[in-house]
């Protein structure tokens, strides 16, 4: 227990330095110098600082997108499996619960999105809803297939059962949350995070009128996304857990920090894709997902 409530506190500290390690990367493929690692925690700063700017055609909705995109993810961390696969809160069907908060974030995003009345940002709302039909699927047909390998419906029970027989089943799963944590992330090749060319925007265009606190607490959420996805990446594909603390703390940390430089690889290597493209992109993952569980039953 105390273990799994240092992992959460590691999570609140360290979620903001992933991207400042994706940027890092993407800056030395391009030569450059770059932002400093830190630079998401100076703008966290800068923003908590200034006061937050409401329309006045803008209702409740608007200012609780940000509040319940926090509060959820602060509530998915506590189930989700880190270092030694063990969470701080478990329990039978968390799976469920898990996939549920996502969809909640999502939900309130959106329509905070969309209480502005911008057509730009209901644009971006309506391609949020659009790509998370094929997301959503692909995520919870992979943690159904772990869960069918494992024979367990808790999320650290699954984490904690891995092991590398039938190998074919985890590299697939893998793969398909790879996809799935680009996407979800805003990341390349699906969404540009840095862009600010509103016709091609996706997530960055919903939160365009938030500003202050409110755009910090936005940015925040949207790191330890970064990070609570990626713990099941890393999870699946590093089943690696030694017993002693030190050891797996670090294996993780070192798993984490491994992601965040193949996302800045992925990120200087490849294009955005069209948005007509996009899709088949997701269906991709899904289809993993698909041959995946179709392997475990067989």
């Not at 700063?45 to 209702?59: E, G, I, R």
């Not at 391609?127 to 808790?154: C, D, H, M, Y």
């Not at 960055?204 to 790191?223: N, T």
Request: hydrophobic letters at 55%.
């Amino acid at each position: 227990m105390k273990f799994a409530l240092l992992n959460i506190i590691l999570a609140l500290i360290a979620a903001p330095l992933l991207s400042g390690i994706i940027n890092r990367v993407k800056a030395m493929f391009a030569g450059r110098k770059g932002q400093p690692l830190f630079q998401l925690y100076y703008d966290l700063h800068k923003l908590l600082k200034k006061s937050a700017v409401f329309s006045p055609a803008t209702t409740f909705f608007f200012w609780a997108g940000p509040l319940t995109g926090f509060a959820v993810l602060a509530g998915a961390l506590l189930i989700v499996p880190q270092a030694q696969g063990k969470a701080f809160i478990q329990f039978p069907g968390d799976i469920i619960l898990f996939i549920y908060l996502f969809g909640l974030m999502r939900f309130f995003t959106v329509v905070s999105a969309m209480d502005t009345g911008s057509s730009f940002e209901g644009m971006g709302a309506s391609r949020e809803i659009q790509f998370a039909v094929f997301a959503e699927p692909a995520l919870f047909l992979g943690l159904v297939t772990l869960a069918r390998k494992t024979a367990n419906l808790s999320l650290s029970g699954i984490y904690s059962s891995f092991s590398w027989h039938d190998s074919t089943v985890l590299i697939l799963v893998s793969a398909a949350f790879f996809i799935i944590f680009l996407a979800e992330n805003s990341r390349l090749p699906v969404d540009d995070p840095n862009t600010h060319l509103e016709l091609t925007m996706i997530h960055e265009v919903m939160v365009l009128d938030h500003s202050g606190p409110d755009l910090a607490v936005i940015f925040y959420s949207a790191s330890l996304k970064l990070w609570i996805l990626g713990s099941l990446v890393i999870g699946a594909i590093m089943p690696i857990y030694t017993g002693k603390i030190i050891f797996d703390e670090l294996i993780f940390l070192s798993g984490m920090a491994v992601l965040s430089i193949v996302v800045g690889i992925v990120e200087s290597c490849m294009a955005r894709l069209k948005l007509l493209k996009v899709p088949q992109f997701l269906i991709v993952g899904f289809a993993l997902a698909i041959i995946a569980l179709i392997l475990q039953i067989m």
